[in-house]
Every structure is written in C-alpha cells, then in structure tokens.
C-alpha cells in the first residue's frame, strides 16, 4: 500500500480523497493555484504545493508542474479527482514511464474510452447501440452546419474531452449552431486544452441513466448497479439518485451486463461510469464513459456501503477487488443535491463571492435517514470565477425513495448560506413537486417544471402559517426587549400584502379570521440568528429569517414572504403608504453575473434589434451570451473585452 498520495485536484473532492486517505493511514500532498492557498484541503493535507496562478490551464492543467510536486514530495502515486486530468490519457502514460502510479484506469482504457469521439468509434465496433451521430474531427462552423443538417435538428454540439457540463450545447437550427459551435470550442480550449468537437442526434425527453463499474488489475469487474441523473440544467447535473425509479430489475441487469463488457473489452482497471441515454419505455443507449470517479458517487456508496475512493487506491495498488457480483446488494435510497453559487432567481446565472456565512446540516443518522455533505469550503471562503461553481453536495439516504426525498428537503430546510446566491430554494422546491416525488423525470425536466425561470414557489396552507407564526415570534421577541409595554395579544399579521388577524399567547397561534389555532414551540432562534427551528402543530420546520426595513423576510424551501406584525392602527394607516417604484432599466443592458468580458459586440451609435448579441461574458469556465431584449440605438457602452464586471453593471445603455 502507497505511503503518500498527491492529490491532483482542488475543493471537494480534494477533501473527500483526504479523508479517506486518513481512514487508511496514507500520508496527503494537495497542490494548490494562488486563489486556492488558504483552502480546506490545503489545511487538512498532510502536505501543499504551490503550482501557480488561479487559471486551471497555468495551474491544474499543467502536467510538468503536478509531475514536479510529485518529485519534491516523495508522493508514491496520484489521485487525480474528476476534471482537469483526471481523464488525459497522455498524462498517465507519463507517469506510467516514470514510475508513478495512477490512481484510475490504464492509459489504453482512457484512450478507448474516455474520448468522447474514439469511445463512439470503439462502442459501434462493439456492437454496442449508439445515439446517431458524427464521430469525426470537424474542422469549422461550416463543417458543423453540414453535419448538423445532415443528422437533422436537434443535435447535441459537445467537447471531445468534455465533462461537468462544460462544452455542451444543444442546436435546434442553423443560427444555433452557428452561434454554439466557436463557443463550444472556446469552453473546450478553456477547460480541458483540447478544441476537438463532436456532433450527435439529440434525443428528446430523455432520461439520463448511468452505471457505476469498478475493475482491478486481475481481470475482475463488477457494477454497483445505476445512478439517474436527469434532473439537469444546461447539461449540467443538479440532483441524482441511486437507484433509478425507472429500472426494473430485467433492465438493470441487462444495463449492468452492458456496462461490465464494455469495461472488460478495455481491460478496464478502476472507478469508471458508463452512461446511458434511456427512454422513458426503458430502452437504452450508450452515451459515453467517464473514465474516472464521478462527482455522483456519494449516492452509490449510500446504498451500497463501498468507498469508492478506497477502492480505487487500492486497485491501484495492486489489490484485488474484496468482493464478487453476487456479494453487492442495493440498500435503501439515496439522493444528492449540488449546492451551486449561483441565482436561481436571475436564471441560475453564476453568483461568485465570499460566504459570510455558511452553516450546513448536521450529518449523520437523523431518525431513520442519513445526511452526507461533501463540501470543499467552510465560512468566511471565496468561491472563485476561475472554478466550478459547486458549493457543496448535499446527499441523504433513508430505506425508501419517499423517505429520501422528505429528508433531503428537510436537510435543504437547514443548510444556511449567505454572501452570494445559491441554489437552495430551487432545490427544496424540486423535492417538494409531486412529478418528481412520483419519479416521472427527464432531462428536459427543468425546462419543463420552470418555462418561465424560477422565482420561487407558492406558499402551502402551512407555509403561509409556518411564515405568520414565525413572524409574530420574532417580533414578540423584539417587541418584549424594547418596548415590552407595546405587547399584546392580537395582531394584524401582513404576508406579501394579504392581512390576516392572529391572536398570539405563549405557545398559541390562532388565526382569527379563520377559526384555527395552532400550538408553536420554538426550539432554536435567537434575536441576530439567521435561521429559526421550531414545531407547528408537530411538525418540525426550519426558516431562513432576516430583519427587513420594516417588519421580516421568511422563507420556507423555496416559499418567501415579507412579514408585517402590526397592531390594527398601524395597519390600517400602512395602507395609506404610497408603494415605492422601482428604478428604470429599461434602457440599459446589465451585467446579469460577476465576470469577464469577452467581447461587447455594440458600438456607439449603432442600432441594434432584439435578440442581436451584445456582449459576451465569462464566469466559472462558461461563456455566456447577452442578447439586446428591445430595439434601439446604442448610447453609450460601459465595458470593453477584457474588463472584469460585477453583476447589475452596466454594459450598454440605448438612447
């Protein structure tokens, strides 16, 4: 067994590899960019490297640097984690020649394998039944325009090296195209060094099923059976599961069995997921092998009780795989939810910053359920533009699918971030929609369940009493510090504009108009704490709580709404107050992110239609597109290629 490993990665997954290192005695080396330096996983290593400025390809991308932290520290092998060069099969061969060991897949595997391109090429030799499409180099947008046309619309543009939802495009014509494929391949070139694109028939309301394989180098290989990962949102993936509610056990198996020849044909030697595209009738195709370990594992070891990353060590080091087929077994459920920096409510767009505060749920058994949190960052870090956006992986396990999805959403309640936006009331609102809770998914889910955007959700009969019974709480609490002889016993309680009259007394919250009362016990809050645990009626619940310019915002999942707690007078002269009307920016074009501008595409004075490009952005490795959303002529512009801008800044500005 290795003595020390070097981790060739950052964030989570650099700290999930360490803990497990831990649990097996192996000393750590972490190499680190300079936006990496004051790091989680540069202070739980045992050892750090510098290799160089915040950009991956200066710094994670560069094999000479990784190679030379390597050579300093004595570090017996390395674990490349998931993206940068996890899959560069150039990379293992180097280390192959001198004398490091890999800790994934045998250079002839990756090769095979983990090209998107050769894996379709090596897959239609197999016999092995591929989505249409074209396996070939393409040389420009023209040769994509042709391709495109010749599979027909829709077709799905992708990085040849690709991975994380980089590099992905969906075309559904010609101006797509022409407009995806040069910014496909500035992702790809960003991202992963390698320009090359591939182009495939894309198949609509698909479902997007994944095996998980494991070989060692004793010719043994065995399946931990399968992850649904459909919940997706611009090909990137947002919440899995294990298993899938659409498998049965004839599909599962025959799924499993594919996956296991596949990997068997390569001589396929560690942690590897062969993907599928499945129809919703459960018939399949082979998508692509991802030829390392997964950011989704978490769920596989959920329920089936394997480290992974364990395994992969020692695979590496020579073991056999300690168990057969017929020894795994699934157990129970599991779902994972990626935490994102990034606004759901301004259309997911990247939110980078600073968390001032960061308070995730307690892991561990929580009655008859599990949480796991993955995480890479604690309070006080920066996420950077330079990286992957993911906070955090919020997984949780429990007997059954239902069970899973309820304690999820339940963990999601508890997890606290403040300082940039973040994806958590989408997520609890996901849990929360009776299609997913019946399991009737698909890629195109999102796009579905949300066409105009996510601003949030409805708030349920017991939301609405959860956020009044929080509200006059809180301002009981308040009310009782400064000016105690201001309480009483009735209320006019305001919620996003609607009156209700409340009656509180200890422990008591009764709804007048309504003829409900409703017992309220507080089991955590105090007067500057930005969440609020209590019982209604029995039920456990957590709030996101924050004091507003008068009276508070409470929100419940993805439920929000501005409280009022105001004696009848008061009320009755708030009614009075004219509403305040916000600013125009009708007229301007903002910066919807913090980024880089690639390119303003406007001059002054120029007159521009709607839906013409007007500026180009990039945030956490991804290029986004600004449309003009009216006509006009161009007054004045407020950035240049090159400028870093913060969000609501202004790019363009019409006459």
């Given at each position: 067994m290795f003595d020390k490993i070097l981790i060739a990665n950052r964030g989570e997954i650099a700290v999930r590899i360490i803990k497990t290192c831990?649990?097996?005695?192996?000393?750590?080396?972490?190499v680190y960019s300079e936006a990496d330096a004051d790091s989680m996983a540069v202070e739980m290593a045992d050892e750090a490297v510098f290799i160089g400025p915040p950009p991956a390809s200066e710094s994670y991308l560069v094999a000479d640097k990784i190679v030379d932290a390597v050579r300093k520290t004595g570090a017996q092998a390395i674990h490349p984690g998931f993206g940068f060069l996890s899959e560069n099969a150039g990379f293992a061969?180097?280390?192959?020649?001198?004398?490091i060991v890999f800790i994934g897949p045998n250079p002839k595997a990756i090769e095979a394998m983990g090209d998107k391109i050769e894996s379709k090429k090596f897959a239609a030799k197999a016999g092995v039944s591929t989505v249409p499409g074209h396996v070939g180099e393409i040389d420009d947008t023209a040769h994509a325009i042709r391709i495109s046309e010749e599979i027909g619309y829709p077709v799905m543009i992708k990085a040849s090296a690709g991975g994380g939802g980089k590099g992905i495009r969906v075309a559904w014509n010609r101006k797509d195209v022409e407009e995806g494929f040069p910014a496909v391949r500035a992702e790809a070139k960003a991202s992963f060094g390698d320009d090359r694109i591939f182009i495939e028939k894309f198949i609509e309301s698909p479902r997007h099923v994944e095996i998980q394989v494991l070989g060692d180098k004793h010719g043994n290989i065995v399946h931990l059976f399968e992850r649904e990962c459909s919940i997706q949102r611009r090909n990137q993936k947002v919440i899995e599961e294990a298993p899938s509610p659409l498998l049965d056990k004839k599909t599962r198996d025959a799924m499993g069995e594919q996956a296991v020849a596949l990997a068997r044909a390569v001589a396929y030697d560690s942690a590897g997921t062969v993907e599928f595209v499945?129809?919703?009738?459960r018939s399949f195709f082979f998508l692509e092998m991802n030829t390392r370990l997964q950011v989704e594992h978490p769920v596989t070891e959920l329920i089936t009780s394997v480290d992974l990353v364990e395994q992969m060590i020692r695979v590496a080091a020579g073991e056999e795989l300690p168990f057969r087929q017929k020894d795994l077994k699934i157990n129970g459920w599991a779902i994972e939810s990626r935490i994102y920096a990034e606004d759901p409510y301004r259309g997911f767009l990247p939110s980078i910053g600073r968390l001032a505060r960061y308070s995730p749920p307690q892991e561990g058994q929580v009655g008859e359920a599990v949480v796991r949190n993955d995480a890479g960052v604690r309070e006080g870090d920066e996420i950077s533009m330079f990286y992957d956006p993911m906070i955090s992986k919020l997984s949780t396990w429990a007997p059954t699918r239902e069970a899973a999805v309820d304690a999820m959403g339940r963990a999601l309640e508890d997890f606290h971030i403040e300082g940039l936006g973040q994806n958590i009331p989408f997520l609890a609102a996901v849990m929360d929609q009776e299609r997913f809770r019946s399991g009737k998914l698909s890629t195109n889910y999102i796009?579905?369940?949300f066409p105009e955007g996510f601003q949030g959700t409805e708030a349920t009969q017991f939301q609405r009493d959860v956020m009044a019974a929080v509200g006059c709480a809180m301002h009981r609490t308040y009310t009782q510090r400064a000016a105690p002889e201001l309480l009483r016993r009735d209320w006019i309680v305001v919620e996003n504009g609607e009156k209700r009259?409340?009656?509180?007394?200890?422990?008591?919250?009764?709804?007048?108009?309504?003829?409900?009362?409703?017992?309220?016990?507080?089991t955590d809050w105090r007067p500057g704490k930005p969440t609020f645990q209590g019982v209604l009626d029995g039920v456990p619940f957590t709030c996101q709580v924050r004091p507003a310019a008068e009276g508070f915002v409470v929100r419940h999942r993805a439920a929000q709404a501005h409280v009022l707690v105001l004696s009848p007078r008061s009320a009755e002269l708030h009614e009075k107050l004219p509403p305040k009307k916000a600013a125009d920016t009708s007229k301007m074009v903002l910066s919807p992110m913090p980024g880089l501008v690639v390119s303003i595409d406007v001059t002054a004075g120029q007159e521009v239609k709607t839906g013409e490009v007007v500026a180009v952005l990039e945030a956490m490795k991804m290029q986004n597109i600004i449309r003009a959303e009216r006509d006009g002529v161009v007054k004045a512009v407020g950035a240049k290629a090159g400028d870093s801008v913060a969000a609501d800044e202004v790019l363009v500005?019409?006459?």
């Open positions: 831990r649990r097996m005695g192996i000393a750590t080396v972490v061969r180097r280390l192959e020649k001198e004398g499945a129809g919703q009738d796009k579905d369940e009259h409340v009656r509180v007394e200890e422990g008591v919250v009764e709804f007048l108009d309504e003829g409900r009362t409703l017992r309220m016990a507080v500005e019409f006459g």
